[in-house]
């Protein structure tokens, strides 16, 4: 069995969270894993070679055997998925999917790219594989590509939409692709969810509880206790057999987000990036005809 949509991105949009809420749905099958990247493979260098990238050249999924298994509990939902952030980034995988499955619907969620671009940042530092400055970082990033990063490291061209969405347009037509921003997310995720429900072809009144955010970057307030609540740990093996996963998933994001703090990036830096997405924004404003002028100020 194979998905009937897919979230492919944008990384660092808040996909994780919309993935956990999408997921208490009765008439929605999510597995638990994430970022299983099987139709973007072919587009993956032979290996990633960024610090901590190992995750991806570990766990995502090139067998269609073993992808396939992602769904073998699937029973009477309607809305099977599945959630890979780069699917958006990788050119071609678009058109892999649509060969697979023509019907397909396409769920993107976007976000101002100079807050999603240090998002991105703040979450390769929270677990130290960032090393260098923000504003350093940036510099890098050509070089980290031409090194074969992986793509969240490209602190800037992820936040390129245009041509990103455009190919998924193209493939798939406007109404099998839902657009969602970020904003509006954040603002009222009972409104989103709910659209999203009703696109999904399952019940847009179902209530999600909303009171985790998953996945979210930060500083972490302890070093200490924040590898303790994010790594494995012998007291925590020994606890983890008498707690159900869902609820050690759930009470695990709580303790991570608990332990986080937001910085703020330097006001030139903004100034620079802004900038530097202006045109794109511009394009895509005209592409998905939405007001995107709170991105450019």
């Known amino acids: 069995m194979l998905p009937n949509f897919l979230i492919v991105g944008a990384a660092k949009s808040g996909t994780s969270s ?15 894993k994430k970022e ?7 587009s993956f260098p032979a290996r990633f070679n960024g610090r901590g990238d190992e995750g991806m050249n570990t766990e995502t999924i090139g067998s269609r055997e073993r992808y396939e298994s992602l769904f073998d509990a699937v029973g009477n939902e309607i809305a099977i998925g599945e959630s890979s952030a780069f699917y958006l980034y990788y050119p071609g995988t678009a058109e892999r999917i649509h060969s697979e499955n023509p019907d397909m619907k396409i769920v993107i969620v976007l976000r101002n790219p100079v807050d999603r671009a240090f998002s991105a940042y703040m979450h390769l530092l929270r677990d130290e594989r960032e090393t260098l400055s923000f504003e350093d970082g940036l510099r890098e990033e050509a070089n980290r590509k031409r090194l074969d990063y992986e793509p969240l490291w490209l602190y800037r061209e992820l936040g390129l939409y245009t041509e990103q969405v455009r190919r998924y347009l193209d493939v798939f037509g406007r109404e099998q692709v839902k657009v969602i921003l970020y904003d509006d997310f954040s603002r009222d995720n009972a409104a989103v969810m709910s659209e999203l429900f009703a696109f999904l072809g399952v019940n847009p009144r179902f209530a999600i509880d909303s009171s985790i955010r998953y996945n979210e970057s930060g500083m972490p307030k302890s070093r200490a206790l924040f590898n303790f609540v994010t790594k494995p740990n012998a007291l925590k093996e020994m606890v983890k057999p008498f707690v159900p996963a869902d609820l050690r998933e759930r009470l695990g994001n709580r303790a991570k987000s608990m332990l986080l703090e937001k910085t703020q990036m330097h006001p030139a830096t903004r100034a620079s990036l802004q900038e530097f997405f202006a045109a794109d924004i511009s394009q895509l404003q005209s592409l998905l005809n939405r007001d995107l002028s709170a991105w450019l100020r």
């Open 36 to 42: 299983a990247h099987y139709f973007a493979m072919p």
């Open 18 to 32: 919309i993935d956990r809420y999408l997921a208490q749905h009765p008439e929605v099958y999510l597995p638990v």
